[in-house]
């Protein structure tokens, strides 16, 4: 079974411009989160989405919003980008029902912004 | 909604002491309390996981145990190895709506020192 996978490993981009990163989660999971992952600030909850409804939205600005689709995949996109926005973007897939499901992580999309 | 806390941020031990990480909850509905590690540059991978109806849980050298009055949840390493030094993640879950709906802590940077 294919793991999480999450396009493009490496990113870097402009003050002012925006991003689009993808996760694919395992077949047959329809839940997938995200996460903002900084040195300082350790392990962010951006969103979750399940059978392509966000259930859940962190304490981040309008700038970021995501979706997700039929097949499950997700995207999250951020506008406007800002030098704070440097981080490693995980996202994470799990069932999304049942009891003691594990949530598998991507390898993550190192964002670079100058 | 649910909050996790995870104390200490960093924590530095000697090879062949213990560690402990502690979390606490805030949703007394989280039934299922799973431990994620990161190595650095790697993506976080589940170690050990404990439900609700269960008190403590070993696995060789990682144990967890549960306070479910207190609502806090700790992950003990005896014999600390060099290894061992990464990112642990602690995590609570519960049913909402129809959905595991899964909190992550912030994170503790461990450092074994050899």
């Known amino acids: 079974k294919a793991g999480v996978t999450q396009t493009p490993r490496y990113l870097i981009k402009t003050r002012g411009q925006q991003v689009t990163l993808s996760c694919s989660p395992i077949?047959?999971?329809?839940?997938v989160s995200w996460y903002q992952q900084t040195p300082g600030q350790g392990l962010q909850f951006l969103f979750e989405?399940?059978?392509?409804?966000?259930?859940n939205k962190g304490n981040f600005p309008g700038r970021f919003s995501g979706r997700q689709f039929s097949n499950s995949r997700s995207e999250m996109n951020v506008s406007t980008l800002e030098l704070g926005d440097s981080a490693l973007y995980l996202c994470?897939?799990?069932?999304?029902?049942?009891?003691?499901?594990?949530?598998?992580f991507g390898q993550g999309t190192r964002l670079t912004v100058v | 909604g649910e909050n996790v806390e995870q104390h200490p941020s960093t924590l530095s031990v000697q090879e062949g002491d213990s560690a402990v990480i502690k979390c606490t909850y805030s949703?007394?509905?989280?039934?299922?309390f799973p431990w994620y590690k990161q190595e650095l540059g790697k993506r976080p991978q589940l170690i050990i996981d404990?439900?609700?109806?269960?008190g403590e849980k070993k696995d060789q050298r990682i144990a967890v145990t549960l306070n479910k009055t207190a609502k806090h949840f700790s992950l003990h390493i005896t014999e600390t190895q060099p290894e061992d030094s990464a990112v642990y993640f602690c995590?609570?879950?519960?049913?909402?709506?129809?959905?595991?709906?899964?909190?992550f802590g912030t994170g503790t940077k461990l450092q074994v020192i050899p």
């Open positions: 989405y399940f059978s392509e409804t966000q259930r």
């Open positions: 994470a897939s799990s069932p999304g029902t049942g009891l003691g499901t594990e949530a598998f």
């Open positions: 404990i439900r609700s109806n269960v």
């Open positions: 077949s047959g999971h329809r839940s």
């Open positions: 995590a609570a879950s519960r049913s909402s709506g129809g959905y595991q709906k899964v909190t």
């Open positions: 949703d007394s509905a989280s039934n299922y």
